[in-house]
Nanobody
């Protein structure tokens, strides 16, 4: 069982930046593809970004490319989401997710097995 704990959420004005962190309990963290999702009020959970387990290949929702950056450090069991130029529509609960994969190219955009509890990001205009 992988436990994921997010941190770094909060309130920020439009145009500002935040960095979210997610730390995993799993010592074989490098065996897991990692991702961030978000859920805005009244909407379904949506894919934000993902990163492959070892080489750090990154993938983004098309609408977020250029503003958000996902990264990881397997030695620290941590994945980050750097969010720049935040907009009011970025307001959501952000969730970290993990999925064990066999190969580095297997980085899913959905169907993750393990989830954190989420961290709230509120962007005021």
């Amino acid at each position: 069982q992988v436990r994921l704990v997010e941190s770094g959420g909060g309130s920020v004005q439009a145009g500002g930046s935040l960095t979210l962190s997610c730390t995993a309990s799993e010592r074989t963290f490098s065996s897991y593809a990692m991702a961030w999702f978000r859920q805005a009020p009244g909407k379904e959970r949506a894919f934000v970004a993902a990163i492959s387990r070892a080489r750090g290949y990154t993938y983004y929702a098309d609408s977020l490319k250029g503003r958000f950056t996902i990264s990881r450090d397997n030695a620290q069991n941590t994945v980050w989401l750097r969010m720049n130029s935040l907009k009011s529509e970025d307001t959501a609960v952000y969730f970290c997710a993990a999925q064990a994969v066999d190969e580095d190219y297997q980085t899913p955009f959905y169907g993750y097995d393990y989830w954190g509890h989420g961290t709230q990001v509120t962007v005021s205009s």
